[in-house]
């Protein structure tokens, strides 16, 4: 993997009428950021092309999409034993729940937080085996893994940015 991409994240809410929310990330593994845009429903029409309209957003179609399904926030923090939230100790429901509420950035941080506390090099196959039915994706896993693995001494060091795009101007 080169060490600047761009990921088109979907996640589906299999609990809300399959509901989509798009968001395109753009991950500088030698800065150790990562700008996340979350994208408004007017922001994206369903019946286009959703990778001209990226382009048309951001100058350049995403490099990997991936397709989540909201299960996958509710196994990946019970496989993690929780993540804390505001100080408060929640579990995949609860996490899920909060993602519902508009506080997608607050649970994406504690994830991050809690991946930053485990060894890793242990963690991840389990947490493959537990995910695999919760995501579709052209990421090729073997360069994910061996990019991610490398900044695990980082992890913590990490910055993600999470946009909440309204409009082009929000969008750099």
């Not at 299960?71 to 939230?85: A, Q, R, S, W």
């Not at 980082?154 to 750099?172: A, E, G, P, S």
Request: net charge negative; proline share 2%.
């Amino acid at each position: 993997m080169n060490s600047r991409f761009s990921i088109h994240a979907v996640l589906i809410d299999t609990q809300n009428d399959n509901k989509k929310t798009h968001l395109f990330a753009k991950a500088d593994t030698i800065a150790n950021h990562t700008d996340i845009f979350q994208l408004t429903d007017e922001m994206i029409d369903e019946r286009r092309d959703i990778d001209a309209q990226l382009k048309d957003l951001f100058g350049s179609k995403a490099d990997y999409k991936i397709e989540i399904l909201s299960d996958l926030i509710v196994k990946l923090t019970n496989e993690l034993g929780g993540i804390d939230v505001n100080g408060r100790h929640i579990n995949g429901r609860q996490a899920l729940q909060l993602i519902c509420e508009d506080r997608f950035d607050d649970v994406i941080d504690a994830i991050f937080k809690a991946l930053g506390k485990k060894n890793l090099l242990f963690t991840i196959p389990g947490l493959l085996n537990t995910l695999k039915d919760s995501y579709t994706t052209d990421l090729p896993m073997a360069d994910a893994l061996k990019t991610f693995v490398s900044e695990i001494p980082d992890l913590n060091k990490w910055k993600i940015d999470l946009i909440k795009v309204n409009d082009r101007t929000q969008i750099h």
